[in-house]
Antibody
């Protein structure tokens, strides 16, 4: 069964940092682009970043570029999102998803930014 | 960046009725690279269609998708209780960011 499990969310102060992880199983991880998508409370979906199979290409939405870094470890079948200089508007459920077409999705991990 | 505008924002229908959801892009979606996702309350989204018309695994055939260029439509022929959810379109045809529409909430009338 193809599965994605996010972890690492939590409460962080404005200006702080957090590292999210996504553990993949049930498929050949190094054959797929991987994507992070977020959803602020009560809001819609926002595409955040994606990364090529070998990590050689990375793309970001403007609002996080320079603050967030997407990475992957193909040996560990894991995707990461390093978030720094966090703002209140970064508070959301963060989902990882496989590929460009986003299937499947993980269950999400909640990031709360508050003092 | 391509902006996707979904309409209506909310659609109120009864089980058994037909639902038509629209997604309009600010510029042509290259290659028809458009997806639809369904999100039920408290759940993660799931893929319904990719490449505009390709149905994802396990999606019932009462769901259909069509369109090209800047105009796309998701149709649910006969609504079942489990279809009441929020639906998002997303494009992945041009350079990232691969934007989403703001969503259409399909609610029970």
């Amino acid at each position: 069964e193809v599965q994605l499990v996010e972890s690492g969310g939590g409460l962080v102060q404005p200006g702080g940092s957090l590292r999210l992880s996504c553990a993949a199983s049930g498929f050949t991880f190094n054959s797929y682009w991987m994507t992070w998508v977020r959803q602020a409370p009560g809001k819609g979906l926002e595409w955040v970043a994606n990364i090529k199979q070998d990590g050689s290409e990375k793309f970001y939405v403007d609002s996080v570029r320079g603050r967030f870094t997407i990475s992957r470890d193909n040996a560990k079948n894991s995707l990461y999102l390093q978030m720094s200089s966090l703002r209140a508007e970064d508070a959301a459920v963060y989902y990882c998803a496989r590929g460009q077409i986003l299937t499947p999705w993980g269950q999400g991990t909640l990031v709360t930014v508050s003092s | 960046e391509i902006v996707l505008t979904q309409s209506p924002g909310t659609l109120s229908l009864s089980p058994g009725e037909r639902a038509t959801l629209s997604c309009r892009a600010s510029q042509s979606v290259s290659g028809g690279y458009l997806t639809w996702h369904q999100q039920r309350p408290g759940q993660a989204p799931r893929l319904l269609f990719y490449g505009t018309t390709s149905r994802a695994t396990g999606i019932p055939d009462r769901f259909s998708s069509s369109g090209s260029g800047t105009d796309f439509t998701l149709t649910i022929s006969r609504l079942e209780p489990e279809d009441f959810a929020v639906y998002y379109c997303q494009q992945y045809g041009s350079s990232p960011p691969y934007t989403f529409g703001q969503g259409t909430k399909l609610e029970i009338k």
